[in-house]
């Protein structure tokens, strides 16, 4: 039996005989299906990760905003570390699932940004994907990692993308809109999974949902009129795929540190960060060609 198992285990809020099942898809946390005399749950087991910017009470907070924002199932219990949940019976999106149901998820999205501020109680944190990549470049640097070397040039275009940014509202994201954090139960969606909720600007999420799930470029015309209820102007155009290229190259990076750092059963951290460089050269090459360099 593993530490994470026996921890779970060892919770206080079991009854009866308790069930475990390891959930599959985790790469930063350990996460179980728990069924006891009164129900079944989802505990979640993982530590801080500084080298990700991951606060667990960071985490909690904002799982809980989510819940009174409707998004999210009830957080029943956490301590440090660990964290548990009324689980949902519902089926995990893939990439293909997001594009189909596309404006299902900028609603919910929609509802992170303008519901979930009036809910954060404690303190709040700030998401800001430059400075982001930025401390992640220089772990890289500092721990010698294969692709070390690129760090350098990578800072260089986050520089140009971060310039082509615009002012925009003050909004609470989620900021990690993989599709397996969508689950549909048959008769409505939920976002989970809240370790990098924080404030920023909505660009981020629209970014990160299009670079995650393979949006074309007719489809991000769509979800961004239909964000921002009109027409997108060249300005917000721009800022919005320079966000792409930084949202792919933030997923690519977040690889590098995970292969220092992690070691989930069954994540293969290098190829997720090759794929994601892949994402990002594509992205940025498209941007490069569109609107041309800073």
């Known amino acids: 039996m593993t530490a994470a198992e026996q921890r779970v285990l060892n919770l206080p809020l079991w009854k009866g005989p ?46 809980r905003a989510a819940f009174a924002a409707g998004l999210s199932p009830e957080v029943l219990y956490n301590e440090d570390g660990v964290m548990v949940l009324r689980y949902i019976n519902a089926r995990t999106y893939g990439e293909a699932d997001v594009r189909q149901s596309w404006q299902a998820c900028v609603d919910m999205i929609k509802i992170c940004h303008h519901a979930m501020p009036r809910q954060i109680i ?12 930025r401390d992640y470049g220089a772990t890289l640097v500092a721990k010698r990692h294969t692709r070390a070397s690129d760090v350098l040039g990578w800072l260089k275009i986050v520089d140009r993308l971060e310039s082509e940014q615009i002012p925009l509202p003050i909004v609470f994201g989620h900021h990690d809109l993989l ?11 939920w976002l989970i999974d809240w370790e990098y909720g924080a404030f920023g600007t909505p660009m981020f999420d629209l970014a990160n949902l299009a670079a995650a799930n393979s949006f074309d470029s007719t489809l991000e015309a769509k979800m961004l009129e239909h964000y921002f209820e009109r ?9 919005f795929s320079a966000m792409k290229v930084a949202a792919a190259l933030r997923e690519a990076v977040w690889g590098m540190i995970s292969e220092l750092f992690l070691n989930a059963p069954g994540a293969d951290y290098i190829a997720y960060a090759v794929e994601y460089l892949s994402r990002f050269e594509t992205i940025l090459n498209s941007h490069e060609t569109k609107f041309g360099k800073q």
Do not use: C
């Not at 299906?33 to 909690?60: C, L, M, N, T, W």
């Not at 599709?179 to 969606?189: C, I, K, T």
């Open 231 to 239: 027409k997108p102007e060249e300005t917000l155009l721009r800022a």
């Open 179 to 189: 599709p397996s954090n969508f689950l549909d139960d048959g008769n409505r969606l």
């Open 122 to 133: 404690g303190q709040g944190a700030i998401f800001w994907v430059f400075q982001i990549i």
């Open 18 to 63: 308790v069930q475990l099942e390891i959930l599959k898809g985790g790469v930063s946390n350990a996460g179980f299906k728990v069924i006891d005399q009164s129900g079944i749950y989802v505990a979640r087991v993982g530590a801080d990760y500084p080298f990700h910017q991951v606060s667990r009470a960071r985490e909690a907070m904002a799982a």
